[in-house]
T-cell receptor, first 117, second 116 residues
């Protein structure tokens, strides 16, 4: 079936503007993850959803970042008042989730490259 | 906290050669999972191979195999008969067998270049 999709593929915005990044997981996957990939920090885990619930939001870099998931499917990562240090590739991944009984494989989307001018 | 270390920022080999990428990790957990992901210029992270820590047998997937040394906390990737399409960033990743909220911990990556 279709893989994880993300939109937009690329986003250029001005400092101070809000941006919304979208992730559409593989159908049937109940677990969803957001990561950030930047030159200086490598790959950082941001947040995890099991269904619509995110049990731990402490990985989000600041209170300007928020994420939600509705209907157990699509997730959006919102960055308010963007700063230049937010420039990075934002990757989304999904997996079967807890009902799979263990730590199953995460499948990644192609990412959104965000550039804040 | 778990850490993953990839000590080779870049490697270059000739096509058809065998290459080994190294990865070490640090954890106090006994049960965990290790992965190698490939990221070509398209940015898509592609799973190469996966190893469960409780399995003694090293995982293999066609030309890709791992050397998993649990006591040494080492998880190297061997690519046999390397091909031009293997050129990519390779990331080693770790997750424990907890409830799912931890995500993957990645190494900094190794840029592998296959020369024609």
């Amino acid at each position: 079936g279709a893989g994880v999709s993300q939109s937009p593929s690329n986003k250029v915005t001005e400092k101070g503007k809000d941006v919304e990044l979208r992730c559409d997981p593989i159908s049937g996957h109940t677990a969803l993850y957001w990561y950030r990939q930047s030159l200086g920090q490598g790959l950082e885990f941001l947040i995890y959803f099991q269904g619509n619930s995110a049990p731990d939001k402490s990985g989000l870099p600041s209170d300007r970042f928020s994420a939600e998931r509705t209907g157990g499917s699509v997730s959006t990562l919102t960055i308010q008042r963007t700063q230049q240090e937010d420039s990075a590739v934002y990757l989304c991944a999904s997996s079967l989730g807890l009902r799979a009984g263990g730590r199953e494989t995460q499948y990644f989307g192609p990412g959104t490259r965000l550039l804040v001018l | 906290a778990q850490t993953v270390t990839q000590s080779q920022p870049e490697m270059s080999v000739q096509e058809a050669e065998t290459v080994t990428l190294s990865c070490t990790y640090d954890t106090s957990e006994n049960n965990y999972y290790l992965f190698w992901y490939k990221q070509p210029p398209s940015r898509q992270m592609i799973l190469v191979i996966r190893q469960e820590a409780y399995k003694q047998q090293n995982a293999t997937e066609n030309r890709f195999s791992v050397n998993f040394q649990k006591a040494a906390k080492s998880f190297s990737l061997k690519i046999s008969d390397s091909q031009l399409g293997d050129t990519a960033m390779y990331f080693c990743a770790f997750t424990d067998s907890g409830g799912g909220a931890d995500g993957l911990t990645f190494g900094k990556g190794t840029h592998l270049i296959i020369q024609p």
